[in-house]
C-alpha cells in the first residue's frame, strides 16, 4: 500500500499521525462543519427474536476468560444489570464533526478561553447558543479500527437487546470500507458517550487521520480507546502502530477483535496474537472476542455482555446505574 511505512517503529506522534493514515483520490470535504441533528421522534422498531436453536460454545468464546486470567471475571450479579441498562437506554446521535476544533464543547472552550464563568450554575459565562446536553461533560470512550473493522456494527450489536437477531441501526452501516467520514457521538443512557471514529487504511484520507489524533490527544473527556481487530485479518502494521502511539502518549486502550465467527484456523489466530507482542506488554490491555453476526452456527452475540461491562468500568460507571434516558416504547 503506497503512503505507508515499513516499520512500526513512531519517533513522535505527531510524524505517526501523518504517516498511518492513507491518502487516497477521495478528498475529504475542506468545508465540512459540526452537524447537530434536530430532535425528532423516531418510530419504535420492532425487532423479531432469534430463531436458532441453541448450538455448543464455539471454542473461541473461551478466549474472553482464557486471555483475561489477570482481570476479574464480571459476575452475573454485574453482568444482568448492565444488560439491562443497554436494552432500555435510550441511544441518541448527537453530532458529527470533521475537525476537532467544531466538537461542541472544544469549540465553546475555545471561545470563551480565559474568561471567569460561574461553576455553581454553569460553565460557560454568557449566552452560548448550544444546548447544555451536548457539553456536559459525560464520560466518553472511542472506537478504533481500520476501515471496515466493524465499529458501527459493533455500535449497533451493544446498543441490541440480547434475544433480538438484527442490530438496531444506531450507527449507520455499510459494507463498503471507508463509509465513516467523520467523528460520530452517541450518548447512551444520558450517562457516558460513545465516539465512532473513521476508519484509518483504504479509503481514508489524512484529515480523518488528523482529526482522530487530536482527539485521542487533546479530549479530557475520554476515558479509554477501543481498538477493533477484525480476527479474521488479524493485526496490520497500521493497527501495531496505533498502539504505539497510545502507550508512548499514555492513552488506556483495549483490543475488541471482531468476526470471530469468520476464523476457521484457531491455531493460527492465537500465534498471531503472540506474534504481535501485545501479551508482552507490561500492562496488558483487555482481549475481548466478539462475532459479527448471529447463524445457525453461532447463535449467541458472544463477548457482548464482556465488554459492555467494560464500558462500565472505563466510565466508572456502578453497575447498578441506570440510564436517565430511556427507548421509548
Given at each position: 500500500m503506497r503512503g505507508f511505512p515499513t516499520s512500526i517503529q513512531v519517533r513522535n506522534s505527531v510524524s505517526l499521525a501523518k504517516s498511518i493514515i492513507l491518502q487516497t483520490k477521495n478528498s475529504f470535504p475542506t468545508d465540512a462543519k459540526m452537524i447537530i441533528p434536530k430532535k425528532t421522534q423516531k418510530p419504535t422498531k420492532i425487532l423479531k427474536p432469534h430463531r436458532f436453536k441453541s448450538t455448543q460454545e464455539p471454542e473461541w468464546a473461551k478466549f474472553n476468560d482464557q486471555y483475561n486470567e489477570h482481570y476479574s471475571a464480571?459476575?452475573?450479579?454485574?453482568?444482568?444489570?448492565?444488560?439491562?441498562?443497554?436494552?432500555?437506554?435510550?441511544?441518541?446521535?448527537?453530532?458529527?464533526?470533521?475537525?476537532?476544533?467544531?466538537?461542541?464543547?472544544?469549540?465553546?472552550?475555545?471561545?470563551?478561553?480565559?474568561?471567569?464563568?460561574?461553576?455553581?450554575?454553569?460553565?460557560?459565562?454568557?449566552?452560548?447558543?448550544?444546548?447544555?446536553?451536548?457539553?456536559?461533560?459525560?464520560?466518553?470512550?472511542?472506537?478504533?479500527?481500520?476501515?471496515?473493522?466493524?465499529?458501527?456494527?459493533?455500535?449497533?450489536?451493544?446498543?441490541?437487546?440480547?434475544?433480538?437477531?438484527?442490530?438496531?441501526?444506531?450507527?449507520?452501516m455499510s459494507s463498503k470500507a471507508g463509509f465513516t467520514k467523520t467523528l460520530n457521538c452517541f450518548n447512551i443512557g444520558n450517562r457516558f458517550r460513545l465516539i465512532d471514529s473513521p476508519g484509518y487504511g483504504f479509503n481514508s484520507s489524512a484529515k480523518q487521520g488528523d482529526v482522530t489524533m487530536e482527539y485521542l490527544r487533546e479530549r479530557k473527556e475520554l476515558k479509554r480507546s477501543y481498538l477493533l481487530i477484525p480476527g479474521d485479518k488479524g493485526f496490520s502494521d497500521l493497527d501495531l502502530g496505533i498502539i504505539e502511539f497510545m502507550r508512548e502518549n499514555g492513552i488506556p486502550f483495549e483490543i475488541v477483535f471482531t468476526k470471530m465467527d469468520r476464523v476457521r484456523n484457531l491455531t493460527n489466530f492465537k500465534e498471531m496474537v503472540t506474534a504481535s507482542g501485545i501479551l508482552n506488554y507490561p500492562t496488558l490491555p483487555q482481549l475481548i472476542f466478539v462475532n459479527s453476526a448471529i447463524t445457525k452456527t453461532c447463535s449467541k452475540r458472544y463477548g457482548i455482555d464482556r465488554l459492555r461491562f467494560s464500558l462500565f468500568q472505563s466510565c466508572s460507571l456502578n453497575p447498578l446505574v441506570k440510564p436517565t434516558k430511556k427507548k421509548v416504547n
Open positions: 464480571p459476575t452475573i450479579s454485574q453482568l444482568n444489570p448492565i444488560n439491562h441498562y443497554f436494552n432500555i437506554a435510550d441511544v441518541t446521535y448527537e453530532w458529527s464533526v470533521a475537525s476537532f476544533a467544531d466538537i461542541p464543547s472544544e469549540w465553546l472552550k475555545d471561545k470563551y478561553r480565559g474568561q471567569e464563568s460561574d461553576k455553581v450554575t454553569k460553565r460557560f459565562p454568557g449566552k452560548t447558543y448550544v444546548p447544555f446536553e451536548l457539553v456536559n461533560e459525560l464520560p466518553e470512550v472511542i472506537f478504533l479500527g481500520r476501515t471496515n473493522a466493524g465499529k458501527s456494527t459493533l455500535l449497533n450489536n451493544i446498543t441490541t437487546v440480547f434475544q433480538h437477531a438484527t442490530l438496531e441501526k444506531s450507527a449507520k
